[in-house]
């Protein structure tokens, strides 16, 4: 932990950029075909409950960290297993989130570059941002902010360039609920939802602890509502068939816009805004991963984990996976199941039982 | 040791940002405007048309032609253009592609690699205009010199977007258009054609812009269907009018009716809706569609009084007649002639009765056949241009 203080408005624009990250860019829910926008809505309620699990553990432990949390709670073996476990999962999410940035600049922007070149770039971005710490990367985030109204007006500039076809959103609801829950569990309500479990490791240095939850809420219904409006923008824009097909199809639709021939072919500046949230969540990550092995080793200072972390998401994003076709089947597929749950749902609903029963003991124990 | 370090960080960064591998100046790449695919022997034979960007916008214009065409054979489209190096000072460059005119036998044939290697490629984007060569070369459409736009690819787009705007719908279609018209199972695709009118020969120097009148012309006039992702046929100019109806995707367009043997009524549509709704009837669907034509009187060749209402009336009837019979021949002709449906009768089924669709979807060819349609027309005509009352009956009598 470093001393740190940070305001609710800086958690709020935090906690949208880092829930935009990567998820804006994937066709989320596209195994919903038209109903994908449904299937966003729903995760984001669960997304809410899920906020709400992570509230009652830090509202008993609002002074520490997650990983201290953690420990705490489940004693000196297991909390300290799972701890370190925890810090794994944070550096293998900063790995795919940083490996989400390569794919799309190698895709788009530097096509002929090699993918180590672009990494070094950006995780060299994140050292930076780490080091001067989480009172910095909360003011970037302030100004980075600005992207998510942009992201909006895509959808608008989709409609106004008459591309859009609202005929495509129809038959809502077509095979039923099934599709559209299986699309939200666990993939949406994990991705980005979820993975708001994060800011377990943030909300410690909130200056008014007792709205940092209520702050948190209002961040996700702002995602879910920024998320249903690209993904019903991507829907009408290039249908349900091609969102299926596209590795990146917010970038598809941002390629069709043309209004008047003249706002046109603004993929380039579409890459940059959605780059922005993605660059903030690795941050979120790296930033959470360091400060947790700092908390983990009782170290003295964060910082000496800076280079490590680096290290570990730079080689790690490139060579855990062979290509696109796995990086895309990770994510989508086996991510959700094998790594969000547990970390998501699983051990935090562990550490509120552990927590219900020790509070229950402890009242006794006063009589 | 401070200094030392952030030194050597500056030295890192800076070399790392002097620029990246794939960087192409302006001066390095050729900006391609048209690609046309035409099959031959080894597979494809492909054409490729690059601006001359001096001949554009130059300050000194020379006779030449401002735009030069290159061709290569090869077994692969993606082939055939890699191999254009061969022939190219400069890397293509195919972001601003303004149209594919693809050969109507590799249509026939087909085209689905075409459509897979251009969503596939990051440089082609999903909206570029994709236009079937009838009769002619899709290169020889792509090298005819041009009045009026310096391009000939130009030519091509625009003069579909001006038919589109005034005519009947070309609707333009685009390649995510075609791609989610072949993908989905209730529409057949349909693509608008192109052909060379006149001497081709003539066309492809630059005399052809010399003269007033061109010898050779592009014309975009049909439109073709298709069924399951190959092209079957051509409709004909009537058959085009009813679909452009069936469709709704009229923006500005003339009606035409003959009120004798050598006169017409004209009525100038301004505002043409279209309603669709599917109705279940004994288990099986039943498409109606409603049109809703706003209009004013371009040009009348035989007498009718347009002060009186009830003549006014009358001839709203008589276009109401000609939309519907249009129409009517329009769905007959795709159900017995092509046994396709390009309209989208199927999309309209599965929109609204998404249940009763999943039984149809497997075979719909065959259920289009026995579709049955209702359609419904009502014409409005708003003002009668300048003139109040009869212009003929005035010089005749």
Not at chain 2, 236 to 253: A, K, N, P, Q, V
Not at chain 2, 294 to 301: A, F, Q, R, W
């Amino acid at each position: 932990m470093e001393k740190a203080k940070i305001s609710l408005l800086q958690l709020y624009t935090l906690m949208v950029l880092f829930g935009l990250g990567s998820s804006s860019l994937l066709g989320l829910g596209a195994s919903a075909k038209q109903d994908a926008w449904i299937a966003i809505l729903i995760g984001n309620i669960a997304g809410m409950v899920l906020l709400l699990l992570y509230g009652y553990i830090f509202k008993n432990y609002p002074d520490s960290s997650f990983i201290e949390t953690v420990e705490l709670v489940l004693g000196k073996i297991i909390g300290r297993v799972i701890a370190f476990l925890y810090i794994i999962y944070l550096l293998y999410k900063a790995t795919l989130v940083l490996r989400d940035i390569m794919e799309l600049i190698l895709l788009y922007v530097l096509t002929a570059t090699h993918m180590l070149v672009v990494g070094i770039l950006a995780m060299t971005v994140v050292l930076y941002a780490i080091f001067l710490g989480i009172e910095t990367i909360c003011r970037f985030s302030q100004i980075a902010f600005i992207t998510v109204p942009m992201k909006m007006l895509y959808v608008f500039g989709a409609i106004a360039s008459g591309i859009t076809d609202f005929n495509h959103l129809k038959p809502v609801l077509e095979n039923g609920w099934m599709p559209v829950l299986n699309a939200t569990f666990p993939l949406i309500s994990s991705f980005p939802f979820g993975e708001m479990v994060v800011f377990l490791m943030v909300f410690p240095y909130v200056n008014k602890k007792e709205k940092a939850i209520k702050t948190g809420i209002l961040a996700i219904i702002t995602v879910g509502i920024v998320l249903t409006l690209i993904t019903i923008g991507n829907i009408i824009t290039i249908g349900p068939l091609m969102i299926e097909l596209a590795i990146f199809p917010t970038i598809q639709t941002a390629k069709m816009i043309n209004i008047m021939d003249f706002i046109q072919r603004i993929e380039g500046l579409s890459v940059i805004t959605f780059l922005t949230c993605s660059m903030t969540k690795t941050i979120v990550y790296a930033y959470a991963a360091s400060i947790g092995l700092n908390v983990f080793f009782k170290s003295k200072n964060y910082r000496y984990y800076i280079i490590p972390v680096f290290l570990v998401i730079l080689l790690g994003s490139i060579y855990t996976e062979y290509n696109m076709t796995v990086h895309l089947f990770v994510g989508l597929r086996l991510v959700p199941f094998f790594v969000n749950t547990p970390f998501e749902v699983i051990i935090p609903l562990l550490l509120i039982t552990v927590i219900i029963i020790k509070n229950f003991f402890k009242k006794r124990n006063q009589y | 040791m401070k200094k030392v370090s952030i030194f050597l960080f500056i030295i890192i960064i800076t070399l790392s940002l002097t620029g990246c591998w794939g960087k192409k100046e302006l001066d390095e790449i050729s900006l391609i405007s048209g690609l046309a695919i035409d099959p031959s022997e080894k597979g494809y034979l492909i054409s490729v048309q690059v601006m001359v960007p001096g001949e554009i916008t130059g300050e000194t214009r020379s006779a030449a032609s401002n735009a030069r065409m290159f061709s290569e054979e090869g077994e692969s489209i993606f082939q055939a253009i890699r191999k254009l190096t061969m022939k190219m000072p400069r890397k293509a460059y195919f972001t601003h592609l303004m149209v594919i005119i693809i050969n109507e036998e590799v249509a026939k044939d087909n085209m689905l690699e075409i459509i897979d290697l251009c969503l596939r490629d990051t440089e082609i984007r999903p909206d570029v205009p994709i236009i079937i060569s009838k009769d002619d070369m899709a290169r020889d459409i792509l090298k005819s010199v041009t009045h009026i736009e310096n391009i000939p690819a130009n030519k091509v787009k625009k003069t579909g977007t001006n038919m589109n705007e005034n005519w009947t719908a070309t609707k333009t279609i685009t390649l995510l258009n075609l791609f989610n018209a072949m993908a989905s199972d209730g529409v057949n695709p349909t693509l608008i054609g192109a052909t060379v009118v006149g001497d081709e020969k003539e066309g492809e120097t630059t005399k052809n812009v010399e003269d007033i009148e061109s010898p050779a012309m592009i014309e975009l006039r049909y439109f073709s269907v298709f069924k399951n992702n190959k092209l079957i046929g051509w409709l004909d100019e009537d058959e085009s009018r009813g679909y452009s109806y069936l469709i709704g995707e009229i923006h500005s367009s003339i009606m035409t009716v003959p009120c004798d043997e050598y006169n017409t009524y004209n009525l100038e549509i301004y505002s043409f809706k279209t309603k669709e709704d599917v109705k279940i009837k004994e288990g099986k669907p039943v498409v109606y569609i409603d049109y809703y034509i706003v209009t004013n009187v371009g040009e009348i060749g035989c007498s009718i009084n347009l002060k009186n209402m009830d003549e006014v009336k009358k001839l709203e009837s008589i276009f109401e007649e000609e939309v519907i019979e249009n129409s009517y021949y329009t769905i007959e002709q795709l159900q017995i002639k092509y046994q396709s449906d390009i309209v989208g009768f199927g999309e309209m089924i599965h929109r609204k009765e998404p249940k009763i669709w999943k039984a149809l979807k497997e075979d719909w060819d065959s259920h289009f056949e026995n579709l049955e349609v209702v359609i419904d027309a009502k014409v409005k005509i708003r003002r009668p241009g300048t003139i109040r009352g009869q212009i003929i009956d005035e010089i005749i009598k």
